[in-house]
């Protein structure tokens, strides 16, 4: 244990192992990867696929060390009961920091299958990280804008083939797809410009769920809504809630874990009719509720150790 360093010391120690890790577990995976590209046999690729997530996994499990390494962290999760590590789930979470990913990978590496994410094409340009994602087959998409749409109406439905053309390599080794509604990590400041209705959260998009459930929703088993917290974390610093994180500052982390039954999108309704599109979102809209009025009981009950604590 460091936890008793100085801060500054702490996240600098953290962030050098949290490279280090990525770095080494990014490049095996990437280098499997590239050797799958050579293997002619479905069964072969696989198998590689398989054990690069055994790599993930190992990420994974080396990030909850590092931060039981600075600091002295209070898990506190419920919902993992009855979870299928050999199932097919999509993911729904509240996005609150850059140690999001992180966290949830570490908490649910031996619950469910290694999570996947869709991520802007750009992003597979960042070194290792960025290879390292390509070769666990993490779908890079490209969005058309609504402006790129409307001057180009051939472009219609290229996003979803996209997304069908991603999601059949997740057919044969159970997978986990993880969407931040939000679209963004929450800022005070995007919830003010948003105007909000929820005190906790941004508010959600039904876009990015609708185009994978349409792509493969027969495929999942269950639909995880997640709410993640860091209740002790100052939201307001100017270092971020990453910073609180990693410099040990962040004492406990809350996760709830929820298991909904699976929406059914019919891809021709859903993109041409308008009615159906709202009314998807209206049940996104009240998940949000909900989980806003979780996360506000949530720092509830934390304000009493906080006070202790002062």
Not at 81 to 98: A, F, Q, R, T
Not at 125 to 143: E, I, K, Q, S, T
Request: hydrophobic share 45%; with cysteine; charged share 20%.
């Amino acid at each position: 244990m460091l936890s008793f360093l100085p801060g500054p010391i702490l996240f600098f120690i953290s962030s050098l192992l949290l490279i280090i890790n990525t770095v080494v577990w990014a490049g095996l995976i990437s280098i499997g990867g590239i050797i799958k590209l050579f293997v002619p046999v479905a069964l072969g690729r696989n198998h590689i696929s398989r054990l690069m997530n055994r790599f993930m996994w190992a990420w994974a499990s080396c990030n909850g060390g590092i931060l039981n390494l600075i600091a002295k962290i209070e898990w506190d999760i419920e919902g993992l009961e009855g979870l299928d590590e050999n199932g097919w789930y999509l993911i729904i979470s509240n996005h609150v920091s850059g140690f999001d990913i992180a966290a949830q990978t570490y908490i649910l590496r031996n619950n469910v299958p290694m999570m996947k994410f869709f991520l802007k094409r750009e992003l597979i340009f960042v070194p290792f990280l960025g290879l390292g994602c390509w070769a666990l087959d993490m779908p890079f998409m490209n969005r058309t804008s609504p402006a790129k749409l409307k001057k180009n109406p051939k472009l219609k439905g290229k996003d979803l083939e996209t997304t069908r053309k991603a999601c059949e390599k997740f057919i044969h080794i159970p997978t986990s797809i993880i969407n931040y509604v939000e679209g963004s990590r929450f800022t005070e400041d995007k919830h003010r410009r948003q105007q909000s209705p929820y005190r906790h959260l941004l508010r959600p998009k039904a876009g990015g769920i609708a185009f994978t459930l349409s792509a493969m929703g027969e495929q999942f088993t269950g639909l995880l809504n997640m709410t993640l917290a860091y209740p002790d974390a100052d939201a307001k610093a100017k270092e971020g809630i990453l910073y609180e994180v990693m410099s040990g500052r962040v004492k406990k982390i809350v996760v709830r874990i929820e298991q909904m039954p699976v929406p059914e999108v019919d891809s021709e309704v859903y993109f041409s009719q308008a009615e159906t599109r709202v009314e998807f979102q209206r049940w996104l809209n009240q998940v949000w509720f909900d989980k806003d009025q979780q996360l506000e009981e949530i720092f509830q009950q934390h304000v009493p150790d906080q006070k202790q604590d002062n």
